[in-house]
């Protein structure tokens, strides 16, 4: 009777916080959990970005884990009841914590955790940006669990005779760590925050060269679904929004740069109203334009 007290009190405090996932087919192997279109906070608890899971036969493949221990727990609760199979592997596509962090409950199932190279230098912080900005309930054993297995260049795992490749970027992109998950047979491409097609991209980790010529070759694989880090589109299309908006903000304020006008006025000048309607446009797009006069000022020097 108490171990039965203790589970249920396990149980109930991690699901203090009912994230409300349902996962969406993207085709018979594939499906999303897609995160809503807001910044984190006490509401959403996290649920603003992207969690994916392909069936690879006789195991499930996890694409990012999501932002909380709860929240994967939830999710991996849901695979089962489409079909019932162990996880082979966990990737996460890159460092921000809101693709990670629930990397804490897929540790303790002791299932391997793969992320690019730049995980090695990552550190463990005192408080993770989700922990200062959701509810305490909702952020209930999550802890700071990195990936331990990396890929440098490629890795190529085989699930029969299905191949996975791990592409990483190797260059700043949208972070430092960026990582392309590509499966030939499903004509299918994860590529996490590289693509946003619900909201304007936040450029501040990132670099806008390293980032076109990225997408440059995500566009060029024989893909039927490009599955980025925010937004429910998956086809082709998806791509496109991202794509324009950061080709077109670099060509706009470097014409600006190279006429030698000065950033507040740049700031002013680059109001890009094709993306007005686009979500976070308000709050995020004079602080891309100050973040791409900065770093494409050093290209021009």
């Keep these: ?169 190797n260059q700043k992109a949208h972070t430092k760590s960026d990582l392309l998950v590509y499966i030939p047979s499903e004509k299918m491409i994860f590529v996490g925050d590289l693509v946003f097609n619900d909201r304007i991209p936040s450029i501040r980790d990132g670099n806008l060269k390293g980032w076109i010529e990225a997408l440059d070759e995500i566009a060029s694989l024989d893909v039927d679904f490009i599955i980025g880090g925010h937004g429910k589109i998956v086809d082709r299309s998806s791509i496109d929004m991202t794509y324009n908006y950061i080709k077109t903000l670099q060509k706009r304020v470097l014409t600006l740069l190279e006429d030698g006008e000065e950033i507040a006025d740049v700031v002013n000048m680059v109001t890009m109203d094709e993306f007005k309607k686009v979500k976070f446009y308000d709050s995020m797009h004079r602080q891309n334009v100050e973040i791409a006069y900065r770093m494409l000022e050093w290209e021009v020097e």
Aim: hydrophobic share 35%; aromatic share 12%; charged share 25%.
């Design 1 to 169: 009777m108490k171990s039965l007290i203790i589970l249920s009190i396990f149980f109930h405090s991690i699901l203090a916080f009912d994230y409300s996932l349902e996962p969406k087919k993207v085709n018979e192997a594939t499906h999303c959990f897609f995160g809503l279109s807001e910044v984190m906070d006490e509401h959403n608890n996290g649920n603003m970005s992207n969690s994916c899971f392909v069936n690879m036969g006789e195991s499930y493949l996890v694409i990012d884990s999501g932002p909380t221990y709860s929240y994967a727990y939830q999710a991996h609760e849901k695979m089962k009841q489409i079909k019932d199979l162990p996880i082979s592997f966990v990737i996460n596509t890159h460092v921000h914590d809101d693709h990670w962090l629930g990397n804490s409950y897929y540790a303790e199932l002791k299932i391997k955790i793969i992320g690019s190279k730049a995980f090695k230098d990552e550190p463990k912080v005192d408080e993770t940006r989700m922990q200062r900005r959701i509810s305490k309930e909702a952020y209930i054993k999550t802890t700071q669990e990195f990936p331990s297995l990396f890929v440098d260049q490629k890795k190529v795992l085989m699930f029969g005779k299905k191949e996975v490749h791990l592409i990483s970027v």
